[in-house]
């Protein structure tokens, strides 16, 4: 399952922002793919097309697993020293699992009523 986690500081724009490309492994394992930094923090989340062509001008550096091991150790415990660990992910698993299950059967809810008219 793929992640993307924002962090931004809430003190103004200007204070940056890190976004982590991330997936959880079978052990329920945060284990991060990709970082992205970027200077103006309200550019990540914004829709616009200026901020979309903003966002893929971004130097994204190394793969992750490129970076030094000590380096990767360091993000990761800084993901999870704000509570992304393996309790939020087997909760995002489980969650996302009743959500998939809740929308089958309104599917099939739709088509037996779409059937029978």
Request: glycine share 6%; net charge negative.
């Amino acid at each position: 399952m793929d992640l993307t986690i924002d962090v931004s500081k809430p003190a103004t724009p200007e204070a940056g922002a890190l976004t982590f490309f991330a997936s959880i492994d079978l052990d329920g394992e945060i284990q991060i793919n990709e970082l992205e930094y970027s200077k103006d923090g309200t550019m990540l989340k914004s829709p616009s097309a200026q901020s979309e062509y903003a966002r893929s001008e971004l130097y994204t550096g190394p793969r992750f697993f490129d970076l030094d091991e000590s380096v990767q150790e360091a993000f990761s415990s800084y993901l999870n020293e704000r509570g992304f660990n393996t309790e939020l992910s087997d909760f995002i698993q489980e969650y996302s699992e009743w959500k998939e299950q809740k929308q089958y059967l309104q599917w099939l809810s739709n088509l037996k009523g779409f059937v029978a008219a």
